[in-house]
């Protein structure tokens, strides 16, 4: 591929801070865009190109880095951001990615790209605006929620325009799982990029622009833009979304397919809530639906997935705030509390905590799960009754994990120390991969978990997972959810059209993903082109998706020894079949898992043994460079 | 202009989900470039109530020159359109 000449859709500049020093300075997007084109792939480049392998996540070196989609601002569904780092949990490849009106804002204030390096002994916070940065002191933000740190800025700052991206207590508190908030409800979850800011002491990014972005062709951006909109309003799931939210499509059907697969029961061990729960939880007199008011999106969104939800009565009367809740429904089931006030309670109060949803859900359910057991105490817990379903329990332990007191400061330690100290075999009960917590299934729906075992971040499921098959995949490859024949073609497509996503800034939701599989990879190519004024076809954007992805494959190789080994299910879903439910009986089998990892790695073209790259399929990527780097550290297959 | 003189902008704040896609869009119709802050449309998402507050100031020309208003043509909640006023 050559170079390209890219004529709009960029801000233009990549902001670079050093906190150790304070020197502030700026580059060229195109540097970087011309290549790689935007959003998370020019993240990974710069984090290949600029971090010595070696590097731990808490080093000054460790550059955070935000990025802007390339679309993000003009097209329509695009409005993420991405967040990249070095991983708290696996010292290699860190990324997290969200919505909301940051990304955007970013954009009009002229960068399309933040590099953040160093580390201050005093909070700082860092104010953007119109092509502008300045370090400013954040002592007395220090210490509050997100949300009161939201409003703090914007009252400083004057402006309720003001888009804030922010860290909370679990942040300054080192908590591994420690997500950056944005707009309040919308979290930077994995890797624990909210960590990695709390270890720079940078408390928030304030951002502020009255800039504007340039379309390189009008007329086809008219076209491209109408063709996009018809695709959602015609899109059945995508009326649903906005009509009712997330939690309404599953409102509607608690019996759903989605439930028997992919929501699973406390601490992961059944994988089928019981209808009952799910439908005291969904009831629309009494469940979510009573208690949520509005729904939000955000910039320049067609979907609007955001309910913001208010208490007015009982116990947690006064609890209010915008959240998501197709995520939310697992802290419910992995806890087994069907009552919707403690949930909504508690998922709020991890958005003021900063904490990440799935790390926090999974460290509970461990407790729970060690507590039913015995193998954690009273004592332990700080007369905390952990029986399943104890939604006041939950409520209250929250804030002491994000401030590591008592038992949250042993659930803090992450799925790795924590069950080391506590002992007596409880790590097989701790659900993690490659050491970030997870709470993903691996029995039933195969494709679902062959996209989380290779995701390059650590078992999240963005990166590949297929629960319906790949709907706008590969066509000659039958789709059944539950069996492993044919899920590696589906799995590896989706892994490439989520990378297009995060080139740009588009919202999975929005996309090929699972949930209004309105836009496809054709929208995606007539998007960029009139935007940017290029000339990609399908098969292009499939090739710089490919490539984007081996970025990232490659930033582990160089930073961990994660192997092949690494990408298979965790022990408990290989040993314990499932209990209940229509999928009864299936467990992980690790032949058959075998022989989906060699298909995938087949498809990447890396070696099926050790899960290398290999030097031709890098040159054929055009990304020989990368190759060299690999030599350099005995990483590669030469071949 | 002269047909729509007589037209103005109407928000059903039931459907506005606040995604700003109107205020994008018109700024579009004034300049042919992508500038919320050029646009005769703001819109303020309020946190922490998630109030949406809306307003269009005395530069709206209903899209003068266009098929029809764009707030209204790219609204993806057909939370606009234009009435007599």
Request: aromatic fraction near 8%; glycine fraction near 10%; charge should be neutral.
């Amino acid at each position: 591929m050559t170079e390209l000449n890219i004529k709009g859709g960029l801000a233009g500049q990549i902001l670079r801070v050093d906190l150790s020093s304070g020197k502030i300075s700026t580059k060229e997007t195109t540097t970087y865009a011309r290549r790689w084109i935007g959003g998370r792939a020019i993240n990974s480049a710069l984090l290949i190109d600029e971090v010595k392998p070696g590097t731990r996540w808490s080093e000054p070196e460790n550059p955070l880095i935000f990025g802007a989609g390339a679309l993000v601002g003009t097209a329509i569904g695009a409005s993420r951001l991405s967040v990249d780092t070095i991983s708290v949990y696996t010292n290699g490849k860190g990324s997290a990615n969200v919505g909301g009106h940051l990304a955007a804002e970013l954009k009009f204030a002229g960068f399309d790209h933040v590099v953040i390096t160093g580390k201050t002994e005093n909070p700082v916070y860092l104010w953007i605006c119109d092509g502008r940065a300045e370090i400013r002191d954040a002592a007395h933000l220090w210490g509050m929620t997100t949300y009161e740190t939201e409003d703090r800025l914007k009252a400083e700052l004057g402006d309720e325009a003001v888009r804030v991206g922010c860290i909370g207590p679990a942040g300054e508190n080192l908590v591994p799982g420690s997500c950056i908030m944005v707009d309040r409800a919308k979290a930077a979850g994995g890797s624990g990029v909210g960590c990695v800011m709390g270890d720079k002491k940078l408390k928030a990014l304030a951002v502020r622009g009255h800039g504007s972005l340039n379309v390189a062709r009008p007329e086809d951006f008219f076209k491209a833009t109408d063709v996009a909109l018809k695709k959602v309003k015609d899109s059945p799931a995508a009326k649903k979304m906005w009509q009712k939210t997330l939690a309404g499509v599953y409102a509607a059907d608690p019996c759903g397919a989605t439930w028997d697969f992919i929501i699973l029961a406390k601490n992961g061990r059944e994988e089928c809530w019981e209808v009952e729960k799910r439908k005291r939880l969904l009831d629309p007199r009494n469940g979510f639906p009573k208690y949520q008011n509005k729904v939000l999106a955000c910039f320049n969104c067609p979907i609007g997935c955001m309910p913001f939800s208010e208490i007015t009565e009982g116990p947690f009367k006064g609890t209010s705030g915008e959240g998501f809740w197709v995520n939310t429904l697992m802290l419910a089931s992995w806890l087994d509390i069907p009552e919707p006030e403690p949930i909504i309670k508690a998922w709020l109060l991890m958005n003021q905590l900063g904490l990440d949803g799935d790390f926090a859900t999974a460290m509970m359910a461990w407790a729970f799960e060690c507590f039913g057991r015995g193998l954690l105490t009273k004592a332990q817990t700080g007369g905390l009754d952990l029986t399943w379903g104890n939604g006041e329990a939950l409520v209250s332990l929250l804030p002491k994990l994000a401030t590591r007191e008592g038992l949250g400061a042993l659930l803090a330690l992450g799925p790795i120390e924590a069950p080391k100290r506590l002992g007596q075999g409880s790590d097989y009960f701790c659900m993690h991969m490659k050491g970030q917590p997870t709470l993903e299934p691996f029995r039933a729906a195969k494709g679902w978990a062959l996209g989380v075992a290779t995701s390059p971040v650590a078992g999240r499921h963005l990166r590949g997972t297929v629960l319906l098959g790949s709907r706008f995949g590969p066509k000659d490859v039958d789709f059944e959810a539950h069996v492993y024949e044919g899920q590696a073609r589906h799995v590896y497509w989706q892994g490439l059209a989520k990378e297009i996503e995060d080139l740009i800034g588009m919202c999975v939701y929005v996309g090929t993903w699972s949930g209004a599989y309105a836009l496809e990879v054709s929208d995606y190519a007539a998007l960029i082109n009139a935007v940017m004024g290029l000339d990609f076809t399908e098969d292009e954007l499939m090739l710089l998706g490919k490539r984007s992805r081996n970025l990232e494959k490659a930033f582990n190789t160089l930073h961990t020894d994660l192997a092949r080994a690494d990408d298979m299910p965790p022990r408990r879903y290989t040993e314990e079949p499932i209990p209940s439910g229509p999928y009864k009986g299936e467990r992980a089998e690790k032949d058959k898992w075998n022989q989906m990892l060699d298909e995938f790695y087949d498809l990447h073209g890396w070696d099926k043994d050790t899960s290398l790259q290999t030097r031709s399929g890098l040159t054929a990527l055009g990304m020989a460079d990368v190759a060299e780097k690999l030599a350099a550290g005995g990483k590669l297959i030469e071949r | 202009m002269d047909a729509r003189r007589n037209m103005r902008l109407e928000r059903n704040p039931e459907l506005c989900h606040g995604c700003r896609t109107c205020e994008l869009m018109c700024s579009f119709h004034h300049h042919r470039i992508m500038a919320p802050d050029k646009s005769s449309i703001q819109v303020i998402r309020r946190n922490f109530d998630g109030a949406i507050l809306w307003s269009v100031d005395s530069s709206c020309d209903l899209c003068s020159g266009e098929d029809g208003p764009f707030c209204v043509k790219y609204c993806p909640y057909e939370a606009l359109r234009s009435v007599t006023r």
